[in-house]
């Protein structure tokens, strides 16, 4: 089965990196990193990861993984990403989402009456693609998965590994990755978070988005 | 204050991005991603992250954070990164490890008579270097924080950006990244998990080390 990453300047490091932890080095899953150009792309904070080649040249996916970025303004620019998410997604098995890569599949036409979640920040914005925002943090509608922010791209891809692969092999990935969570605060979530800790979340995010730049 | 993450051939994709994302992005922090010598460093499931300088260029580190890998062999024989680590490491306010990066702390002299974790294949592993293996998910020992397997560098580096920034940043962070973590099965552990599942974690993991190939 072909997992494809699909890759971008800006895109969120972690968006990335946690699905990709989880279904990488499995023998039944072959996964592509693939860009609408192949070579080095910055993430949103700065770290630089290569795409290994460009979509028109991706094996035709089985699996899609969308990550998410604090800029997306840059990957809805991108119109050979956008129309290959288009022409793909809906006949891949799974099309799948972390955080604000929801937005990318909703301009790409894949979430027209469809239930998806995303960054809490960006929950209202679903609903221009004709999306109705949900609150849980994996959502699973028709073959589209969609994540909450960031690190909830972990969550999605036990799931999705779980359909594909059986449940035995996701858990097995979750004690490979020591996946047992134990966060020291109880402050992941915008419905436990108090408003002061809201305030700083929304201007950290929004001072680390301002201070991208495109190459 | 600087973060140096230590980057080498075969680390664990991760193991660096995890604790990357969580303290990338913020304004007291200036963060390098070093390696032996600069440039494109394969982890051990295929992805290439840059290092963007050499560790003899870096700034002097005041945090430090060393990722695991399923390869331990590769770093190991790092001459330049263990020397760096011996050098540095002692004198930065916290040096921390991820997963089997705790084996590089220790074959630094990092370790010696300390409480330590590492990912549960590798714990008894850290007697070699006079360490004393732990239970716990995240352990803080004079100026050493180690975490156990991969995924665990999250909680570790919110248990350290709240040493470093106080608790309102690290619950802003935590918001930022959506980390509520809700995984599918509770499988994260080893003593969670059913011993067919550690069976087949362990073999996962055993086959993927052995495809890895230096550069």
């Known amino acids: 089965m072909n997992v494809v990453f699909v890759l971008y300047e800006a895109m969120t490091a972690l968006d990335l990196v946690g699905p990709y932890q989880v279904l990488s080095g499995l023998p039944d899953l072959r996964v592509t990193l693939a860009a609408s150009e192949s070579g080095p792309k910055r993430t949103d904070s700065g770290m630089i990861i290569h795409a290994e080649c460009a979509l028109r040249d991706a094996p035709e996916p089985d699996l899609i993984v969308v990550p998410g970025t604090g800029r997306p303004d840059v990957p809805l620019a991108d119109a050979a990403l956008i129309a290959w998410l288009r022409e793909n997604g809906p006949r891949a098995r799974w099309t799948c989402s972390v955080c604000t890569g929801a937005l990318l599949l909703g301009a790409a036409g894949l979430l027209t009456g469809r239930r998806a979640t995303t960054h809490w920040l960006a929950r209202e914005a679903l609903r221009q693609f004709g999306a109705e925002p949900a609150h849980e943090r994996v959502v ?68 680390a988005a301002a201070k991208f730049k495109p190459s």
Chains 1, 2 share one sequence.
């Open 140 to 207: 699973v509608d028709g073959n589209v998965i969609s994540a909450a922010g960031v690190s909830a791209g972990i969550d999605m891809a036990l799931t999705l590994l779980s359909r594909v692969s059986g449940e035995n092999t996701a858990r097995a990935v979750q004690l490979g990755i020591e996946y047992d969570p134990q966060p020291p605060f109880d402050s992941g979530s915008a419905d436990a978070a108090a408003p002061q800790i809201m305030e700083l979340a929304t201007r950290l995010l929004s001072d």
